[in-house]
């Protein structure tokens, strides 16, 4: 059972468009979510999160729009820059249900194109 | 100020054999997570620890794992009798509970293993 999914295995951008990535729930119990980035042969580094209070969060060229009644986020990189290029995993949590567990999806590899 | 320590970060070891993987979490966090990837998969959950509480054990996917976590600290995760779908790199990540909204997950580099 999948309760987090990317559906986007990978995901090609000139740079300087803007990159989306989606990810879908289907726990309505999930209350916190995060995107992660992942380069080759390193663990993955915390980019940006959203609480389920909001619908938007934003910090520098990443924003994370969150839509409860579709249990669907996405991140959105504007502009997209080569350095961007990496594997990126959305992750959500249950934290009102007193568990701090993180279930992630399958990834999504971004490449951006000079 | 250091992050999350793996050792070691390769490990290759014959099939049947037992091996323990070492995880040194961030200084004062209260969690600690194993998530491991399979070649082109996912981020598959294993088990996770918060504070004194009983461990989430719920993603270990038999009993030839196993995972200790001494002083709510240092971390091992033990694979007794390794098959070849045990490959994979392991993750530990580490966070800091209670903190609201930043307290996401800091991962090591994790550990390669690949059972031969």
């Known amino acids: 059972d999948q309760q987090v999914k990317q559906n986007s295995p990978s995901l090609s951008v000139q740079e300087g468009r803007i990159s989306i990535l989606n990810c879908d729930y289907t726990n309505s119990m999930f209350d916190y979510f995060l995107w992660y980035k992942k380069y080759p042969a390193e663990g993955p580094t915390f980019l940006i999160s959203i609480s389920s209070i909001k619908d938007k969060n934003e910090d520098g060229r990443f924003t994370v729009f969150l839509n409860k009644s579709a249990k669907h986020l996405s991140l959105h990189i504007v502009p997209s820059q080569p350095g961007d290029s990496a594997v990126y995993f959305c992750?959500?949590?249950?934290?009102?249900?007193?568990?701090?567990?993180?279930?992630f999806g399958t990834g999504t590899r971004l490449k951006v194109l000079a | 100020g250091a992050g999350v320590s793996q050792s070691p970060s390769n490990k290759v070891t014959e099939k049947g054999k037992d091996v323990e993987l070492r995880c040194d979490p961030i200084?004062?966090?209260?969690?600690l997570y194993w998530y491991r990837q399979s070649l082109g998969q996912g981020l598959e959950f294993l088990i996770y620890f918060q504070g004194n509480s009983a461990p989430d054990k719920s993603g270990l996917p038999s009993d030839r794992f196993s995972a200790e976590r001494t002083g709510g600290s240092v971390s091992t995760l033990t694979i007794q009798r390794t098959q070849q779908e045990d490959s994979a790199v392991y993750l530990c990540a580490s966070s800091l509970v209670g903190a609201g909204l930043n307290s996401p997950l800091h991962f090591g580099n994790g550990t390669r293993l690949t059972v031969t």
């Open positions: 200084s004062g966090h209260t969690a």
């Open positions: 992750a959500a949590s249950a934290r009102t249900s007193g568990t701090y567990k993180y279930i």
